[in-house]
């Protein structure tokens, strides 16, 4: 994902329905939410962040940065307790909806920027602080977007952020569990290099024994050419428990290779972190697309069948994706700058799949 596609996404979830985008909890989607329970939330996360200052004896300042605000849930929070507030999304329609619901606009600033240079000056802010933001964002641009917020906070100053570690390892499946029978139901013929289309695929599950929903299972694909795997690709997770014998219908998105050339696309059943189903002797189901630089899309599209199981499965967080960043990475990323770790917690905002950290670092000179 591009810093264009992940402004594309958000701009659309920020003018569609923007406390949702920002928490995704079941049962709030289509504007679900109630804003002053909502916004109530950010206290809840003020009150985490300040237990951290007061652990660690350390202060966010006068002048304080929210990077990924959202709506402003946390820069409205934090309000009555730091003098000047500035909040910055990569979404317009965020930063729209946050001017709107501003209640204190004489301490309290909204500002747009373009996912690659924040709109301020060096040493701008005493702190920076950023909650669920930056596991949504691909890994280049985390790292760019960590090394903007130590250029905009003084030497000395405060970096206050999360992001998930890594997802915690499912209980893997007893090898016969994982058996499935799949079967190409519409998918690309011809597609442009780094272009995405839609994969739509039958599932049956041919093992002794229901595929649980909590144990990371998938349809995935992989890009094949020559006889070798060239590139792990497109997820599409179980909506619920599928018993044996059932069968359901998913989609996933694909994204072609760069070079051009005729390719297959498998797919294949995966649980996340432990086995490819195909280690286990599983059936693939593969179909050629060829990858051409001025190719028309065309489209395979097999004939309607039963599906014992009602069943299209999307993901109700269809295009938030999620990206962990390694401890050993951060630290290096600011060890590389002249930075200190001040701190380091576990916090469990990401959901309980994720090994999520809270980190306080402060800025070199």
């Given amino acids: ?91 317009e329609s965020m930063v729209e909806a946050a001017r709107r619901i501003n209640t204190y606009p004489d301490r309290v600033s909204y500002e747009h920027y373009d996912g690659h240079v924040l709109p301020f000056p060096d040493d701008s802010f005493d702190s920076a602080v950023t909650l669920i933001v930056l596991q949504h964002i691909p890994p280049a641009v985390q790292l760019s977007a960590m090394l903007e917020l130590h250029r905009v906070v003084r030497p000395g100053g405060l970096l206050l ?35 995405s289309a839609t994969v739509r695929a039958r599932v049956t599950n041919r093992g002794p024994a229901p595929w649980p929903a909590d144990q990371e299972v998938k349809l995935g694909n992989r890009w094949c050419r020559d006889g070798m795997r060239t590139r792990d690709d497109g997820r599409a997770e179980l909506p619920r428990v599928v018993l044996p014998g059932e ?62 199981s009602a069943a299209r499965a999307r993901p109700e967080t269809e295009g938030i994706e999620m990206h962990p960043m390694p401890t050993s990475l951060v630290r290096a990323v600011f060890d590389h700058v002249g930075a200190e770790m001040v701190g380091v917690d576990e916090y469990a905002i990401a959901g309980p799949e994720w090994v999520s950290r809270t980190y306080l670092v402060r800025v070199g000179g």
């Fill in 161 to 195: 952020f999360q992001v998930p570690a890594a997802m915690r390892s499912p209980e893997p499946l007893a090898v016969e569990t994982c058996r499935a029978e799949i079967t190409f139901l519409e998918g690309p013929e011809t597609m442009r290099p780094l272009s």
């Fill in 1 to 91: 994902m591009t810093v264009r596609d992940l402004q594309a996404v958000w701009e659309k979830l920020g003018s569609e329905d923007p406390l949702w985008a920002v928490l995704s909890v079941p049962g709030r989607k289509g504007g679900q939410w109630d804003l002053t329970e909502f916004m109530a939330t950010g206290a809840e996360h003020v009150e985490y962040i300040n237990r951290l200052l007061d652990e660690y004896q350390i202060s966010l300042g006068d002048r304080v940065l929210d990077f990924g605000c959202g709506v402003g849930r946390l820069t409205q929070a934090l309000a009555g307790q730091v003098g000047t507030l500035v909040g910055v999304d990569i979404a």
């Fill in 247 to 308: 069968t359901l219908e998913l989609e996933l998105t694909v994204r072609a290779p760069a070079e051009p050339g005729t390719y297959d696309i498998e797919l294949d059943m995966v649980q996340e972190f432990v086995a490819w189903w195909s280690e286990h002797d599983s059936p693939t189901a593969r179909r050629a697309v060829a990858v051409e630089a001025a190719a028309e899309p065309k489209t395979f599209q097999a004939a309607p069948t039963a599906v014992t």
